[in-house]
């Protein structure tokens, strides 16, 4: 492949995914020279590496994709209110075709190090097959969920059967039928993958560390009239995203759990408990998040209809967590994924009880029993929102390390700049509104596309944060977790992974407050001229 020369472009962009994608349209508009570095044969970014049986939106399908183009709202039509993942990615291949973006994307290029050079004032980038690039801007689009991580467990390169990481699943076809299958993990991907194997295969071990409170997903086909709908109701939709909590279509209710009586509350968990999506976890009184007695009351609804699914009660038991509240971690939705337990070819073991000592040759040993297996799959999640990061090796102004800057946690001011890193912007970085993921890659994008449109005309070449600005968004964001149950308990959004030398210490790694008051204070700095940033 002819190599370019390496100072011919204005912007480097890591990833094609959903965030790499639009950023390449947008800064296309600015008439920039722009390339994208993949590290997979396609586009894609989560829904590509994420082939796992049974991966899907757990968002509505139409609330998801890109709002950008009337024409692409227009032609594309979901098949299902909770798409699956090879419809998503023939999705985003979809619109990459369609707006021609290929040609400005080098896939099988792996990101290894990113370092600014202060003599020229550009970013040197370098893949892990050797070719170097240099921009004026280097944009992250690496997502905060993309850097798997496989258990600290000894043997795991020993096993003679098939094992895969749910995030990084063969691209051909994989067959449970007459195969015993062990699956280690019950986050959202170990319930989405355990329902899904469940249906046709042999016999099913899950290995269960910590269960998670679990809702229907309540999905189904989208009907000709639906769809109508759907199409015709777009700029409501959008509209509403943009003023919910979490740009989900539910936000929550703004009556308080104990302020309605009983019997109405109960009535409200059950109406709740049968929509489709995230209502019981977004749609829910305004408090179960930050009130104890409020988060019991829904956790003990949540456990009654776990028992109610689950035949064998010492396995329902189990199943319940009883060291976080219902919604104090991500909620994963299901469908019939308790039912799976009542099935006689599936086993839960809990390793709390009997922890797993070692994968052999022929399957894993736990302290009490050994199991053969001709499958395990690792759906043991991410070194989520700083690990992605941290697997580049990013130096910025004399040479500092960005995983040593954030050694004590992540600071950035509003998500998007690190003090120290020149015209590095973070798409969906630490501290940014997540909530639903596409709803605010959009407006992260605009925003960082309307400051470089603004160096453009105003000439400047360069834009770092001012470490006061830095300093203050931080304390701002912690500040704004304070309170909220969930950043008592360690999961991927508190920064904990024991799958990962020294992130077992709770940080602060995500914006908490609401995604309209985000966008308020991003629209702010941009009105008064970005005076937070050093631009020269």
């Known amino acids: 492949m002819e190599q370019r020369d390496p100072l011919d472009y204005d912007a480097l962009v890591i990833g094609a995914g959903i965030s790499g994608l639009y950023q390449l349209y947008r800064l296309r508009e600015l008439g920039l020279r722009v390339r994208v570095l993949e590290a997979g044969s396609g586009v894609g970014g989560t829904w590509y590496w994420n082939r796992y049986p049974g991966a899907r939106f757990d968002s509505e399908s139409y609330s998801y994709g890109y709002s950008f183009s009337q024409e692409l709202l ?21 619109v990459a075709d369609k707006f021609d973006l290929r040609r400005d994307i080098t896939f099988h290029s792996r990101v290894g190090a990113a370092h600014y050079r202060e003599d020229s004032g550009q970013w040197d980038v370098t893949v892990e097959h050797g070719s170097r690039y240099r921009a004026r801007f ?27 990481h749910t995030a990084r699943w063969p691209h051909e076809p994989v067959g449970f039928a007459g195969k015993r299958v062990a699956v280690i993990g019950t986050g959202a991907t170990g319930v989405q993958t355990i329902q899904e194997v469940a249906k046709t295969v042999g016999h099913l071990t899950v290995f269960q560390r910590t269960p998670n409170w679990c809702a229907p997903l309540h999905n189904g086909p989208i009907d000709a009239e639906t769809q109508r709908r759907i199409k015709a109701g777009y700029p409501e939709m959008f509209a509403r995203c943009r003023e919910t909590f979490a740009c989900f279509l539910h936000t929550p209710d703004p009556r308080g759990t104990f302020e309605v009586a009983p019997q109405e509350r109960e009535a409200f968990f059950e109406k709740l408990y049968a929509e489709r999506g995230f209502g019981i976890w977004q749609g829910n009184f305004r408090d179960i998040l930050t009130d104890r007695a409020a988060n019991a ?16 009660q010492a396995v329902a038991e189990k199943l319940i967590p009883k060291n976080h509240g219902f919604g104090t971690r991500r909620v994963p939705l299901e469908t019939k994924y308790y039912e799976a337990y009542n099935q006689p070819n599936v086993r839960l073991v809990d390793i709390t009880e009997t922890p797993i000592e070692r994968i052999t040759p022929k399957g894993l040993k736990t302290s009490d029993a050994e199991y053969e297996f001709d499958i395990i799959i690792y759906a043991t999640g991410f070194d989520a929102i700083t690990g992605s990061f941290d697997r580049i090796d990013m130096r910025g102004l004399g040479g500092q390390k960005l995983k040593d800057k954030w050694a004590n946690g ?45 160096m453009q005309e105003h000439k400047l070449s360069r834009a770092d944060a001012r470490p006061e600005a830095v300093a203050a968004w931080t304390d701002h964001v912690k500040a704004l977790g304070e309170g909220l149950l969930s950043n008592e308990v360690n999961s991927w959004m508190t920064g904990i992974n024991t799958n990962v030398e020294g992130k077992q210490t709770r940080i602060i790694a995500r914006y908490s407050g609401s995604a309209p008051a985000y966008r308020a204070r991003c629209d702010a700095v941009a009105a008064n001229g970005y005076r937070e940033l050093v631009l020269a």
Request: charged share 20%; hydrophobic share 40%; glycine share 8%.
């Open 410 to 454: 992540p600071q950035t001011f509003l998500g998007v700049k690190v003090e120290g890193f020149p015209n590095m912007f973070m798409l969906m970085g630490p501290h940014t509104a997540l909530g639903n993921i596409p709803r605010s890659i959009e407006y992260n994008v605009d925003w960082v596309t309307g400051l470089i449109r603004y």
């Open 297 to 312: 009351a829904v956790s003990d609804f949540v456990a009654r209809k776990i028992r109610q699914r689950v035949k064998d």
């Open 74 to 94: 227009d032609e594309w039509s979901w098949s299902e209110h909770f798409a699956p993942q090879p419809e998503t990615l023939r999705y985003l291949n979809y």
């Open 138 to 164: 280097l944009i992250t689009a690496i997502g905060p969920l993309s850097a798997p991580t496989l258990p600290r467990i000894e043997g795991v390169e020993t096993f003679q059967g098939s094992s895969f």
